[in-house]
């Protein structure tokens, strides 16, 4: 039986009960239906004794636009938000990859609405990202629910009715994976699949299933159980980071036939975003507090100001704050209290309450700033959040990418700042090799205790090495202070850029990163990390995954689509493009590939092949992307850093047996989390006051940059072989003018989402410090953490100590303000040690001199 005879010349044919097409297409027979109720009956229509699914009236575009205006009260789909919706109705899986912030969750909301049978269920990672969208949806009047480990009886009996019922008016059911293998919510489960009334599975924030599937969730490994027992219920996965190593992992765990995926991923880029990354070593530590507080007031002033220009009515200027423990996030928080801004901590020791207080009187504009560890992150949605602050390291860069993706939400631009020092990257380096080590003990632990458990050795080591990577990469991405943050960012997720190009860099950075903002700034500061901690060693590529005939349904029909899937189905990596697409939408990024199922019965495809009118008609921008992680064929591949560049001419043989130990981790073995490479540490020498020569040594030596394969176009060997550098550099063109920045005119100042501020001014001129570049004894002070030459900002003593300290002086001795300067530096233990962390290295007369500068810096500030 295939979809076309069936479509055609429907006849009487007798399947197994469970062999039905991996989704619910319109044209295909369901012979159980028989058993379903009078509401899927009427939406599935007899013919000769078989029922098929007919998309009814209710199902169409225009339906899909009603929902989106009636409910969501937006004129337009935004982007490719239309096609993916149609993927969905007409039944496919569908993967969709695409930037924070861009609307995601509305690709699975609005067809769960529009669709006239069934409920759809949504597994969501956190508690406050469930909240918050089913609150949401309620709002707009639509019925939601939530199922989690806590949630109370009275709700739990609800849901039972309402998935029992026959036809639920419940439209989305929201639960974490974990209350998903519950055996009271398999009941629910397994009733509405009776009654045919299972819509869809959607898996929001996917990338975890990897991330977080093989640590402390390991439910999200299972969720390919689901697949197995409600074979035929369509698949969502929405997420806005991931690679394509893990969006392999993705199609694999949840056994998706990649020959029924629509695949969607989008440019990873977010332009409104400003990144930064200040530098500081152990020493600079405790004033880490203070300079945060002092960048908080400041930029909130900024921003004040700027939303007053552009007649924006926030009530007040929010943010947040991300670090790693919970108990310093209590501390940093009240730290902030302390220094007179509003601050609260929210993580997962707070009690459930205390939590819903906090993002209720934030979401209100109570609060000017949360401190927060990763349980406040993914999928919060609040358009107004000015500046996100990562005060720890991140550990990994999908988590610096999901968390930074809270700021700007509304377009606007927005500042992500990330602390880093090599002290901080060192201890979590070993924190997360600790993780890696005590889950693997308590796995095999559990292996031994229980003969049935099966762990798959080769899973965990690729996992291992993907988390261990992705923390070394985010780490080079910190210590890099001569690739465009943004450019750095697109790369990780397999984007390939060509930055040598000024247009392609524009179109990806218009001076919205540090590096392209001021680079000579950005490597002062970045020399003074500690030299004598090492950094990570290179990334050792994760060997791929073999894909397993048993991974897939044993179904007739799964196995024709895997063989289709073997031989002509569109790998997932981004190298089958099918051509340019038609433009951009005017509010948002242009999607990076979209591929349409590949199995030929499939409706998406019958409609791309002829058969029907094409679904989408939107593809391809950007030459073929490569992980810079999976852009490897063997297992034991190392990615060459410049530093092994520099090697390759003339190694000596102690580094050549390094090196060729490092290069021979294979797939079989243990992953390496490897030491800590001591070749690797900084070329800047011990002394980290280093003068103009040695930064000049330093800029021509590139500082471990290297991760990110600098070389033009960024592309894998097989890239090369198949792409001219003339052709892919004139798609980069072509990509550049598709994503250019639009011009700022009068009429668009401040205006809607993913426009910029202007004033007639450029984006980066609003963001330039108010700096002068005078030089000699008038010439501003530097604090070494802060660009910013605001008087306040040179004392770390507080203001009102420093008040009273100079005021008291100066009644009592009589003295000036420079004698009182000159004492507190002179003699002073403390003096010493802020002039020193001031990066100051005069002493003498020179001191002197400074000193006089600052205090008629700040006589001036004061007055
Ligand atoms: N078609 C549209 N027109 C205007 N605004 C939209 C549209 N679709 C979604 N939005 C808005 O965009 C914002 C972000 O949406 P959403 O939370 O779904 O983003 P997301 O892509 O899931 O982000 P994240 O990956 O960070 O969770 C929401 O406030 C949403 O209402």
């Known amino acids: 039986m295939t979809p076309n005879m069936a479509e055609d010349e429907p006849q009487v044919v007798h399947l197994d009960p469970f062999n039905l097409p991996p989704a619910t297409p319109a044209g295909n027979v369901y012979p159980n239906l028989i058993d379903s109720t009078q509401h899927a009956r009427n939406n599935f229509q007899p013919r000769k004794r078989v029922w098929t699914r007919t998309i009814s009236a209710q199902e169409n575009e225009a339906c899909l636009k009603r929902t989106l205006q009636k409910y969501w009260g937006y ?212 004033y880490k507090v203070d300079n945060l507080a002092q960048f908080i007031k400041t930029f909130s002033v900024k921003i004040a100001d700027r939303n007053e220009k552009n007649d924006i009515d926030y009530k007040c200027i929010s943010g947040l704050v991300y670090c790693r423990a919970r108990m310093a996030c209590q501390d940093i928080a009240s730290s902030l209290r302390d220094r007179g801004i509003n601050a609260r901590a929210y993580h997962a020791q707070l009690k459930e309450a205390e939590r819903d207080d906090v993002l209720e009187q934030w979401k209100a504009g109570n609060i000017d700033c949360i401190v927060a560890t990763i349980a406040f992150g993914m999928g919060v949605d609040a358009p107004h959040v000015r500046y996100v602050v990562h005060y720890d390291m991140p550990k990994s860069f999908e988590g610096y990418y999901q968390e930074t993706g809270r700021a700007g939400r509304d377009g606007h631009v927005s500042r992500c700042v990330l602390y880093y020092s090599r002290e901080d990257a060192a201890n979590l380096r070993g924190l997360i090799e600790k993780e890696a080590k005590k889950e693997e003990d308590k796995r095999r632990s559990k292996k031994t205790a229980d003969a049935a458990v099966v762990v798959d050795e080769a899973e965990l080591g690729r996992a291992k090495i993907r988390c261990v990577n992705s923390f070394k990469l985010m780490q080079q991405y910190a210590e890099a202070f001569k690739t465009c943050r943004h450019v750095a960012i697109c790369r990780y997720f397999g984007e390939q850029i060509n930055d040598a190009d000024p247009e392609v860099k524009k179109a990806y950075c218009d001076k919205m990163c540090d590096v392209c903002c001021k680079p000579g700034a950005v490597m002062r500061r970045a020399i003074q990390v500690t030299d004598d901690v090492p950094i990570a060693s290179q990334v050792v590529l994760a060997p791929r995954r073999v894909i397993s005939q048993a991974s897939i349904p044993s179904t007739n029909q799964s196995s024709t689509i895997h063989k289709l899937h073997l031989s002509d189905a569109p790998p997932l990596s981004d190298s089958s493009r099918i051509g340019l697409g038609e433009g951009p939408s005017s509010e948002g990024p242009d999607f990076l590939s979209s591929s349409p199922p590949s199995n030929r019965h499939h409706p998406l495809r019958r409609r791309a092949i002829g058969l029907a009118p094409v679904a989408s008609g939107r593809s391809v921008v950007v030459p073929p992307s490569t992980s810079v992680m999976s852009r490897h064929d063997s297992a034991s591949t190392t990615i060459a850093t410049d530093f092994d560049k520099q090697e390759a001419t003339g190694p000596s043989p102690a580094r050549k047996k390094r090196r060729q130990g490092n290069a021979c981790a294979s797939a079989s073995e243990d992953p390496p989390l490897a030491p800590i490479a001591r070749h690797h540490t900084s070329i800047f020498g011990r002394n980290a006051s280093a003068g103009p020569s040695r930064l000049r040594a330093a800029d021509e030596k590139t500082r471990t940059v290297s991760a990110f394969d600098e070389s033009p176009l960024n592309a894998g060997p097989a890239q090369k072989e198949s792409i001219t550098p003339a052709e892919a550099q004139r798609k980069e063109k072509e990509k550049a003018k598709f994503m250019a920045v639009r011009p700022i005119s009068p009429a668009t100042l401040g205006g809607g989402p993913f426009s910029y501020y202007g004033n007639g001014r450029s984006t980066q001129t609003q963001l330039r410090v108010n700096g002068s570049s005078a030089s000699g004894i008038n010439r501003p002070f530097r604090s070494p953490l802060m660009p910013d030459p605001v008087p306040k900002v040179i004392d770390r003593i507080s203001d009102e100590n420093r008040a009273a300290l100079l005021v008291d002086a100066q009644r009592r001795h009589g003295l000036k303000m420079i004698t009182v300067l000159e004492k507190v530096f002179k003699d002073d233990e403390i003096g010493d040690e802020v002039w020193r962390c001031w990066g100051r290295t005069e002493a003498g007369k020179k001191k002197s001199r400074r000193i006089k500068a600052i205090a008629q810096s700040l006589i001036e500030g004061e007055s």
């Open 75 to 286: 004129d337009s789909f935004r982007g490719p938000q239309l096609d993916i919706c149609l993927s969905v109705m007409a039944g496919c899986d569908v993967l969709v990859v695409a930037p924070t912030g861009i609307g995601k969750s509305v690709c699975f909301q609005v067809p769960a609405v529009t669709v006239e049978y069934g409920i759809t269920i949504v597994v969501s990672p956190l508690l406050a990202l469930m909240k918050d969208q089913v609150a949401g949806l309620n709002e707009k009047g639509i019925k939601a629910a939530m199922l989690y480990e806590k949630t109370d009886e009275a709700t739990k009996k609800y849901v039972g009715k309402q998935l029992s019922m026959g036809h639920p008016e419940l439209r989305l059911l929201y639960v974490t994976p974990e209350t998903l293998f519950t055996s009271r919510c398999g009941g629910y489960l397994r009733a509405a699949y009776k009654q045919r009334q299972l819509a869809r599975l959607v898996i929001d924030e996917a990338h975890v299933i990897e991330e977080w599937g093989l640590t402390f969730r390991s439910a999200y490994r299972d969720l390919g159980k689901f697949r197995e027992e409600f074979r035929d219920i369509p698949v969502t996965a929405v997420t806005a980071s991931a690679t394509e190593d893990v969006r392999e992992d993705i199609v694999d765990i949840l056994k998706i036939n990649r020959g029924d995926l629509a695949q969607w991923v989008q440019p990873f880029n977010r332009k409104n975003l400003f990144y930064e990354v200040r530098y500081y070593n152990d020493e600079q530590r405790k």
